[in-house]
């Protein structure tokens, strides 16, 4: 083997490293769930005057449990719905991971749904493709 073919060989292995790292990492940073203030939202819908009484705690923990919850199951979902999903989560300036989990599982049986139900994950007003 002369120096040039091990050149090659390096380098070859080089950048086969170092697009595999790049890669794991993308995949990495995908997977994680995003970090949402979900107190600020407790509080608001505990100091709303709706006609009941909120536990700020109880809200509390159930947007913990979802969290949990998508701790486990972030990357089994598509990344364009946990994109969409994400932003629905987060609209209006309140955040909530018990929305964002239940947008995920609907959007996940929607698709699961045969074809000939009628149902679909888009906009009705967007013509389907011929």
Do not use: H
Not at 107 to 129: C, F, W
């Amino acid at each position: 083997m002369t120096v040039t073919d091990n050149f090659w060989q390096n380098l070859l292995l080089g950048v086969a490293a170092g697009a595999a790292l790049l890669i794991f990492s993308a995949m990495a940073f995908a997977a994680e769930v995003p970090r949402l203030d979900v107190a600020g939202a407790c509080r608001a819908a505990a100091g709303a005057d709706i006609g009941i009484k909120y536990d700020v705690d109880r809200c509390l923990k159930s947007e913990n449990e979802a969290r949990d919850q998508l701790k486990t199951q972030w990357a089994n979902f598509p990344a364009p719905d946990r994109s969409l999903c994400t932003q629905t989560a987060t609209m209006g300036g309140t955040a909530s991971y018990v929305e964002l989990i239940t947008c995920l599982e609907l959007k996940r049986e929607v698709a699961k749904a045969p074809a000939d139900l009628g149902l679909q994950s888009r906009p009705s007003n967007l013509r389907s493709k011929p």
